[in-house]
């Protein structure tokens, strides 16, 4: 397989995996245009099932994944083959001119030389699409070439174990578009003395985590009520929890490494100014070894942060407080 094919593959595969809750909520999102159409009672029907699915989307972000990232193929994938000019079409064009024979009644009729002038102009019209052609093609081979050269030179790096290639990879593959949609955002770096990949995971917990229940009473008719703030809070803790565990799966199918440090940060009252600030609430040192011996389909993400190092501070009733960052200096010497 070529070096595009190659690409093309790993980005598939790493977009490939969709759960189930993600494709049910796509489907429930093509529904949505028919929605006024509904009778009142399919409409309250298709709002508690498209509520499930969201809470049912917030509680298994861990369950996706792309596989792992064959960096060695990619280093070693062949060069794009530059295009040739053939001006194929122009050469089937003009072997028309040169076979055409005048027949008796185009010579008598006089249309013999109508006919000859429209096969020349062919050949014109011929040209121009074989010129067409092959400028495209020969545009695709660029960007093709320029591509190559940047993603070998990554996995090259990758391999050479450079800190700058393992960000440019995160960020050629950006797999983390789920997320994106959902409200949460992430930042990287690399810590400069350990060389541990460091990810900040911006949650916005405050606009992703429902406020209300829906659900359907006897009758059938819709029921919204406020969510209890201990639900609301062990929900959020569950999604925070997902998201970590997710971002670390897609990074170490990525990259090569044994270990990346996730912190989750929400905002909180911070009480020594009396103001709001974004603050650590969850920070994880996830290990390869450690998170390929789960079970992600039966794992309780909040439970499973039991697994790892971490610093979390959460309680049903009050839900998380800010807690340090884990340094990654103290994993040096474990490494």
């Known amino acids: 397989m070529g070096w595009k094919g190659t690409i093309r593959s790993l980005q598939a595969t790493s977009r490939r995996i969709e759960r189930d809750a993600e494709k049910r909520r796509r489907e429930l999102q093509k529904q949505q245009k028919a929605y ?68 008796f009644l185009s010579r008598l009729l006089k249309i013999d030389r109508k006919k000859k002038q429209k096969l020349n ?40 174990g450079e800190p700058r290639a393992r960000i440019n990879a995160i960020e050629f593959f950006v797999p983390f578009d789920e997320l994106s949609e959902l409200g949460s955002s992430i930042h990287f770096c690399i810590d400069e003395i350990s060389g541990v990949l460091l990810v900040t995971l911006h949650v916005h917990g405050g606009h992703v985590i429902p406020t209300e229940i829906k659900s359907l009473l006897k009758s059938g008719k819709l029921s919204v009520k406020k969510m209890p703030v201990g639900k609301r809070n062990e929900l959020l803790q569950d999604y925070i929890c997902s998201c970590v565990l997710r971002v670390a799966r897609e990074l170490l199918n990525l990259l090569p490494d044994d270990m990346v440090i996730v912190t989750a940060v929400d905002e909180l009252l911070n009480t020594a100014t009396g103001y709001p600030e974004e603050l650590p609430i969850l920070s994880v040192a996830v290990t390869r070894q450690v998170l390929d011996r789960l079970n992600m389909d039966a794992i309780d ?35």
Not at 92 to 102: F, I, M
Not at 317 to 325: D, I, Q, S
């Open 301 to 335: 993400p909040s439970d499973s942060m039991n697994n790892f190092v971490h610093n979390m501070n959460f309680k049903k009733t009050t839900g998380f407080r800010a807690v340090p960052e884990l340094n990654p200096g103290q994993f040096v010497s474990r490494s």
């Open 36 to 103: 006024a159409r509904m009778a009142e009672l399919e409409q309250a029907e298709y709002e508690v099932d498209v509520w499930n699915n969201y809470i049912d989307v917030l509680q298994s972000v861990h369950k996706g994944c792309g596989d792992p990232v064959d960096w060695l193929s990619i280093a070693r994938a062949d060069a794009p083959v530059q295009p040739v000019f053939f001006g194929s079409k122009e050469a089937q064009a003009r072997q028309a001119v040169q076979n055409y024979r005048p027949g």
């Open 121 to 160: 102009e062919a050949v014109d019209v011929a040209k121009k699409d074989d010129q067409d052609n092959f400028d495209s093609l020969y545009q695709q081979w660029q960007q093709d070439s320029a591509d190559h050269e940047q993603q070998t030179g990554i996995a090259t790096g990758i391999l050479d």
